[in-house]
């Protein structure tokens, strides 16, 4: 279905004075059958991440807003454009060679990213922090269950999307480990959906700036968190409303708080993890995201709204195409705020001992 089925010699040289042309037409554009119709779950899994019930759902959010103004024969249909998306964003492959996998020009890949990745951008409602009462006590409830550790309203890290390095300001773009990227703040619950997410800072950019130039800071600070706390490495300050782990614990329940914080942070990390493994062109496994760093933004948010559907659906990866990353961290000496300092030592005291 995906190879070239047919194509049409049209020899006008006789007419028009011009070569022969070779037009192909594609059974990707052209059949009634959509690969939504003949492929298995496991199969729509493997290609495009996620199962059918949610492609059907991306298809019917984004149909209205990519049918093609033209009356040319064969435009891409929306389910074209969003598969061709999906499929990017699942291999991170050059759109040339997308293009030859699926019978389309490379500029036809690339329009239908860009147009399915704005689209999809209009759906950030599903990557919301949690606000109210039942909202934070169900994720209180779910860290607590997995060490302990009462009040947590998150998880917070940082992680570095390959991008092709740009030619304008190339050093920003350079991370610590030496290659052009991005350095995109996360922030998950303890299901591993993603709640809030920053992408707009370049590789150079340390965890502890994005986060004290972020949104969910002020609202941390003007007391939206209602008495909650983060989670972070110690790269991060330590605040009232963000908790760090000890650089040395010295007592037995500093010790036993280091090993919940860890368990408990460690959701952010696996969440991390599998987003880039369910969409490779967030990898560097798979090359990164050769593009205009504006458009690696735009992708990168695209791909966390898709990967908190494909949470909320339950979809599961196939076991061996889950391979965790390392972590990113790049810790400078932690920032210890005096209520910071105060707020960890009360909630050591009161839940791991004296």
Excluded at 257 to 265: D, E, G, T
Aim: glycine residues 8%; contains cysteine; proline residues 5%.
């Amino acid at each position: 279905m995906v190879a070239r089925q047919r194509i049409v010699e049209l020899n006008d040289r006789r007419r028009h004075g011009r070569r022969s042309q070779t037009v192909y037409v594609n059974a990707f554009i052209r059949s009634t059958f959509s690969p939504l119709d003949v492929l298995s779950d496991e199969a729509l899994i493997r290609k495009y991440r996620l199962n059918r019930e949610v492609i059907q759902e991306l298809c019917a959010l984004v149909q209205p807003h990519l049918v093609r103004a033209t009356r040319r024969n064969f435009a891409l249909s929306p389910t074209v454009q969003l598969l061709a998306a999906l499929r990017f964003y699942a291999s991170g492959s050059f759109f040339e060679v997308l293009g030859d996998g699926l019978g389309l020009s490379r500029s036809s890949i690339s329009r239908a990213v860009t147009a399915v990745t704005q689209v999809l951008l209009q759906l950030t409602a599903r990557v919301t922090f949690p606000v109210g009462q039942a909202a934070m006590a169900r994720v209180n409830e779910g860290f607590h269950t997995i060490a302990g550790i009462p009040r947590v309203i998150g998880a917070v890290d940082g992680t570095l999307i390959p991008i092709a390095c740009p030619s304008e300001n190339e050093p920003i773009y350079i991370c610590h480990k030496g290659f052009a990227a991005l350095n995109v703040q996360v922030v998950c619950d303890h299901e591993g959906r993603l709640t809030d997410v920053v992408a707009k800072w370049p590789g150079s950019t340390h965890d502890s700036f994005m986060w004290a130039n972020c949104g969910l800071r002020q609202v941390a600070e003007d007391g939206g968190f209602g008495g909650c706390w983060l989670l972070g490495d110690s790269g991060y300050p330590l605040r009232p409303f963000l908790l760090t782990p000890f650089l040395q614990a010295n007592t037995p329940a500093e010790v036993q708080y280091n090993i919940a914080h860890s368990r408990s942070r460690a959701v952010v990390e696996r969440a991390i993890g599998v987003w880039k493994q369910r969409f490779r062109c967030l990898s560097k496994t798979a090359g990164g995201l050769q593009l205009h760093p504006t458009k690696c933004c735009a992708i990168v948010v695209a791909t966390a709204i898709l990967h908190n559907m494909a949470v909320q659906a339950n979809v599961q990866l196939p076991d061996d195409m889950v391979l965790m990353e390392e972590p990113d961290a790049d810790h400078l000496p932690a920032d210890l705020h005096p209520a910071g300092v105060e707020a960890r030592q009360q909630l050591v005291q009161h839940v791991f001992g004296p």
